[in-house]
């Protein structure tokens, strides 16, 4: 009997694992091979779930963007209900600034994105069509990318970091 699999779980631990080179090593170390080592499937695995270096970016975005979201409304949450306009920038701010390991990490990671944007920007823009789709339709920030849409990582990204701001 054929082995069943979730496919987003997967997906979710390769992105995961890129997510984790990033805050390490950065994005230009990051190849689809030390993915797939650092995740602990095949080369062909990630090649499957991601057919491309740029799909895989953009997945990975999607994950350090869901991160960081509930981290945010996490920190709003314990300021009590409901929250006041102070409130929401006091959790926001908290939840951003690099004041413990895992804010440190969300922001090295962030900062890999902006570096690769930097050094490469002139990208060829890409489609995501294996990023999740959005999880909560009341919160854009969690949204991947609009599918059969082309956008550089550098437009997504900012678009995105904006709707994140300004809800």
Not at 72 to 80: P, S, W
Request: hydrophobic share 35%.
């Amino acid at each position: 009997m054929p082995k069943r699999v979730d496919h987003d779980l997967r997906r979710r631990q390769i992105g995961e694992a890129l997510l984790r080179i990033a805050s390490t090593r950065g994005l230009q170390a990051a190849s689809m091979r030390e993915v797939a080592t650092e995740a602990g499937v095949s080369l062909r695995l990630v090649q499957y779930y991601f057919h491309t270096k740029q799909e895989l970016l953009l997945g990975a975005l999607a994950y350090l963007g869901e991160q960081l979201s509930a981290r945010v409304e996490a920190h709003i949450r314990a300021l009590g209900m409901p929250p006041t306009p102070r409130s929401l920038v006091y959790g926001t701010l908290t939840a951003i600034l690099p004041t413990d390991a895992e804010s440190r990490r969300l922001t090295r990671t962030y900062a890999a994105y902006y570096a690769l944007v930097l050094a490469e920007p002139h990208s060829p823009p890409t489609t995501a069509r294996h990023t999740p789709t959005c999880s909560n339709a009341s919160s854009p920030a969690t949204c991947a990318p609009p599918s059969g849409r082309a956008r550089s990582i550098r437009t997504w990204t900012r678009r995105r970091r904006l709707r994140a701001c300004w809800p």
